[in-house]
């Protein structure tokens, strides 16, 4: 072999903990009766907001001096007394606590920030009043909400979960604190690999979750035993650094992200696959190597894997022929209306795309430079960012720090992996919404 073939070393990327296991890490071990510690869990916004939501409301969490741990010490019920829980941007927030909060006794006031008030709750006051539950919202189906507490007996729910499947995540980790447990069949379900993760956590902190013929789950009562969780390295954020690989044909190797994950977005590296990437995902850590170019002319349905559509579509002009995205309709309910916000941007870089409710085409082109409107929604952030990695000084980011929702140091580590990097103007960050 001479020098010119040497492949070039992976780089090995540090990646935070997943947001989706760490917040329901978190709760599972505030609902359980005594002391559980959650390893490795992702300190960002996101998980800092529900972190100190949980806090509120009176469970004790002490961070390790260098977070490589928290330990949560639970009550094994839900929450008592008066508290105000600010949920911040997180949906995870939103979504989760009302129904813990129900299964307590006392008033809980739920608000967050104007972009998550802007997101739907309607199927889930649907379903706790239909458990009994006294919920109190303003004009709107979403926040602000409160919530008048005084335990919920369970029974059973069908549960609207077209719009978000966290809805039925929040309800199934509540269920083990009701008196009768509750049988729950969800309708229409998007992301249902949040879903099996939910249940996987739950069955990890003890609690009985059986499937059933007709698609529903039964979830028994008893409440939860303590646990020591390990944090996967989120897969979503992986997504950025996977893409990073297929576009510069380097290697990224992601320790810890393995065969066996809990994350349904960990399937982002087999839509990288389609475009011409190498992948290998071991029992300790997933890898992509890339070509440098990438192969379009396929359709694809990322609606169980949404979150990660973007890092697809950011870079879908550099492939040889169109690339397709469709079943991302709930897409539109994020923290932005994320089909228009990546057809806007791309426009703004000359690049020619179609979007119809639920799917986006993004058809070839030399991207010119354009300042991204990121709505403050940090994957909007990251995944066009990539792009300005692949061709740089067409980037410029309107909200570089809004990446803090889950991946604080994503710019660094970006230019720790990729020296070409262009760092972000780091002055200024938009206002995060009226508190
Ligand atoms: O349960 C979870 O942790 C999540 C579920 C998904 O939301 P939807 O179910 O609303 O698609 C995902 O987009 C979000 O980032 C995290
Ligand atoms: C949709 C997201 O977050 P959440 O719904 O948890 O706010 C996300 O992280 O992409």
New binding site residues.
């Given amino acids: 072999m001479t020098t010119a073939e040497v492949p070039a070393p992976a780089l090995l990327a540090r990646i935070p903990g997943s947001?989706s296991l760490t917040n329901r890490a978190v709760l599972l071990a505030a609902a359980a009766r005594g002391t559980s510690r959650v390893r490795a869990p992702l300190v960002s916004d996101?998980t800092i907001a529900f972190r100190d939501a949980l806090t509120a409301c009176g469970t004790r969490v002490r961070s390790s001096p260098l977070a490589e741990y928290w330990e949560v010490t639970g009550t094994g019920r839900g929450p008592t007394g008066r508290a105000r829980l600010w949920c911040a941007?997180?949906?995870?927030a939103a979504r989760f606590l009302p129904p813990y909060a129900a299964t307590g006794h006392g008033t809980f006031l739920f608000n967050g920030s104007s972009q998550l008030r802007a997101r739907p709750q309607g199927p889930l006051l649907e379903a706790l009043r239909g458990l009994g539950a006294d919920i109190e919202t303003g004009p709107g189906d979403g926040l602000p909400l409160l919530v008048r507490a005084d335990g919920l007996t369970g029974g059973r729910l069908v549960v609207d979960s077209s719009l978000s499947s966290?809805y039925l995540s929040g309800l199934l980790m509540a269920a083990p604190l009701m008196a009768n447990g509750l049988t729950v069949r969800p309708e229409a379900l998007v992301s249902s690999p949040y879903v099996a993760m939910t249940v996987a956590l739950m069955r990890r902190f003890g609690a009985t979750v059986e499937e059933r013929p007709d698609g529903g789950l039964r979830v028994e009562p008893g409440g939860y035993t303590p646990a020591d969780p390990v944090v996967e390295p989120d897969a979503?954020t992986a997504s950025y650094v996977f893409a990073a690989a297929a576009v510069t044909g380097r290697t990224v190797t992601v320790p810890g992200l393995a065969a066996g994950s809990l994350q349904g977005d960990l399937r982002f590296v087999e839509v990288l696959e389609k475009a011409g990437a190498r992948v290998s995902v071991t029992a300790d850590a997933t890898s992509v190597t890339g070509t440098g170019r990438l192969r379009g002319g396929f359709d694809v349905d990322m609606g169980e894997i949404s979150?990660t559509f973007m890092t697809l579509a950011a870079i879908a002009p550099l492939a040889d022929a169109p690339i397709t995205v469709h079943g991302i309709g709930h897409a539109r309910l994020?923290?932005s209306d994320r089909i228009a916000a990546v057809a806007r941007n791309l426009r703004a870089c000359g690049i020619d795309t179609e979007q119809g409710r639920d799917r986006i085409t993004v058809r070839p082109g030399e991207p010119r430079p354009a300042r991204i409107a990121c709505h403050r929604d940090?994957?909007i952030a990251m995944a066009f960012s990539v792009l300005g990695l692949a061709r740089p000084g067409t980037v410029t980011l309107d909200d570089p720090h809004c990446v803090a929702?889950?991946f604080p140091g994503f710019h660094e580590e970006m230019r720790r992996l990729f020296p070409a990097y262009e760092l972000p103007d780091t002055a200024g960050r938009a206002a995060d919404g009226d508190r």
């Fill in positions: 947001k996101d941007d997180a949906g995870t966290q979503s979150d994020k923290e940090h994957r929702k889950t």
